[in-house]
């Protein structure tokens, strides 16, 4: 009895063991098969849009990795200065100075954030050709919108580091060897060919989006006459994905207000949202960029130069000082001079009035938070001036 119970045992054994036992399927993943659907690649393109923000690589801060660049950018340029205090975010600091050290983590994680982009991107394409209730023309759609993606993520790691490698989905090794213009102008090109005037959600890039990146594209090798070509179709014809035909706001500021988003001025624009999470879908990238005092408490990053206020002069007539002359004698400010002691900002210079929606200065309303009380919203005044970023 003993012996046949062991048997048996054993029997029960082999019969139970079966692979798919031994072979779990990971929790809060998605295998390769239930993406084979309309609904599953939808998902994935939302994925490949939702690295537009650069947001997707642990450890990596909004300001690091999103497509506003105002570090790469703006601070690394005249127009604007890192802001705090002289300890704060040393990495920033090398940047700003053109010192930056190879484990300078603000580069990796950029980088990181890009060719995430690059793969999502690359994952819909593959998808695309997996899913037999997929129309020829919804097909075609998806690999445009993902390609245009691509071209993207691939355009902003060649203008940060010139060589870079240009994977697309059959990639299986590359170098940093090769000028990826080409790449980047035939994924654009395909994009403007293949995708469609309108889209059924507005932040989805439209045939328009990609013949004007593409335009732009030429602009960085200086192919004017290629860029004028193109513009020459767009500007006449083109109309946002949400079918509004291109055009300017009638008045600035609602370039700034939330309630004019998505307008027709918006070529193609990267979408958040408001939620109740701490971050959720939000635009991270400015999250240092607040006054430091007031209502915000924090950070003071993002100040502007003041190199930039002066560039807002104009002559009599409101044109800019082209020959360079704004910057003969810097624009009265308050730097050096306490909130609590009396000031006058000039009121004689011409000045362009955009620049009050550009920069924060003492004595002017800053957005509907009061007026600037100057010195006091300033994190260290003497270590990156009277500005605050708006």
Wanted: glycine share 10%.
């Amino acid at each position: 009895k003993r012996t046949l119970g062991i048997l048996s045992f054993c029997l029960l054994g082999l019969i139970a063991c079966k692979k798919d036992y031994l072979e779990p399927q990971p929790f809060g993943r998605y295998s390769a098969e239930q993406l084979k659907s309309k609904k599953g690649i939808d998902g994935m393109l939302i994925g490949a849009y939702g690295m537009l923000d650069g947001q997707g690589i642990p450890g990596a801060s909004g300001w690091m990795v999103g497509a506003t660049n105002w570090v790469y950018g703006d601070v690394a340029s005249d127009d604007a200065y890192k802001g705090t205090d002289a300890g704060d975010q040393p990495q920033m600091t090398e940047i700003e100075i053109y010192a930056s050290q190879a484990a300078n983590t603000y580069f990796r994680f950029k980088w990181l954030s890009l060719y995430e982009g690059v793969s999502r991107a690359n994952d819909v394409i593959k998808l695309a050709g997996e899913i037999p209730e997929l129309t020829e023309a919804e097909k075609k759609d998806y690999i445009a919108q993902a390609r245009f993606l691509r071209a993207h993520f691939h355009f902003e790691a060649k203008r940060m580091w010139n060589k870079v490698p240009y994977i697309d989905e059959a990639t299986t090794s590359f170098d940093n060897k090769t000028d990826i213009w080409p790449m980047i102008e035939a994924d654009f090109k395909a994009a403007y060919d293949n995708l469609g005037e309108t889209q059924n959600m507005v932040g989805k890039a439209n045939k328009w989006a990609a013949g004007a990146y593409l335009a732009k594209t030429y602009l960085y090798q200086k192919k004017f006459a290629d860029a004028k070509a193109l513009y020459d179709v767009i500007i006449p014809n083109g109309q946002t994905a949400n079918g509004k035909k291109y055009d300017l706001q009638d008045q600035y500021w609602k370039n700034f207000d939330v309630a004019f988003e998505n307008s027709a001025e918006a070529v193609f624009s990267q979408q958040t949202q408001a939620s109740g999470t701490v971050t959720g879908s939000a635009e991270t990238s400015y999250e240092l960029a607040y006054p430091y005092g007031g209502v915000w408490g924090c950070c003071g990053f993002f100040q502007p130069s003041q190199n930039l206020v002066n560039a807002f002069k104009t002559d009599a007539n409101g044109l800019p000082l082209l020959d360079g002359s704004y910057n003969n004698q810097n624009l009265k400010s308050d730097e050096g001079i306490t909130s609590s002691d009396p000031f006058t900002n000039d009121v004689t210079t011409p000045l362009d009035p955009r620049l009050d929606w550009t920069a924060g200065r003492r004595g002017v309303p800053y957005w509907d938070y009061g007026t600037h009380p100057g010195r006091s919203w300033i994190r260290d005044q003497a270590y990156a001036g009277p500005y605050s970023p708006k």
